[in-house]
């Protein structure tokens, strides 16, 4: 078998339990009823991720209020392929943010946030959309989204394809127009 298998453990997601406070970064919110607690539901814990990469969370967490670029990686948690890409995800971020320190990374639970999962779109998992721009008030078009296949490469590929991604329009027409002068030997 070729590739790295990341051992994954199932330890309660901050040791917390539902309606409990949880801490996640600096902040401490409460539950709500029906999310979930444990991490088999969520792979991107405050202890191991942050400030690298969020999980999503409508109250306090949510990529659609935020007007960053970010990159969103929705994700089955029982999915094996999203657990042994987990660790790759936080290591990429940290190589993008070095670069593009603005650049927002989210975590988005599929087994406790499936319609939002549904919105977008994610029906493989791990599915990677990067939003290189939002509206003004922070909110996104769905359809902006540029996938990412995380592919088989290694961090560096994952994180060029990403950095490809996040190019800004200013950022695109000034590739575009070096390419042209370097095709017509200027």
Do not use: W
Request: aromatic share 12%; glycine share 6%; hydrophobic share 30%.
């Amino acid at each position: 078998i070729l590739g790295i298998i990341h051992y994954y453990r199932s330890v309660p997601y901050n040791n917390q339990h539902t309606n409990e406070k949880k801490l996640f970064g600096d902040k401490i919110t409460h539950m709500k009823e029906g999310e979930a607690s444990s991490s088999s539901s969520y792979l991107y814990p405050p202890q191991e991720a942050y400030p690298f990469v969020i999980d999503y969370n409508p109250n306090d967490n949510d990529f659609q209020k935020s007007n960053s670029p970010k990159v969103i990686e929705f994700y089955d948690p029982k999915c094996g392929a999203c657990q042994a890409f987990k660790y790759n995800y936080i290591e990429v971020a940290k190589k993008i943010k070095e670069d593009k320190p603005t650049v927002q990374f989210y975590g988005v639970s599929c087994e406790v946030y499936k319609s939002l999962c549904d919105e977008f779109g994610a029906k493989r998992f791990p599915t990677i959309l990067v939003f290189p721009q939002s509206n003004n008030d922070g909110s996104i078009n769905k359809d902006d989204g540029i996938v990412v296949p995380k592919g088989t490469g290694t961090i560096y590929f994952v994180s060029a394809r990403l950095m490809k991604a996040l190019r800004t329009k200013e950022e695109i027409e000034r590739d575009r127009v070096d390419s042209s002068k370097l095709a017509a030997g200027i």
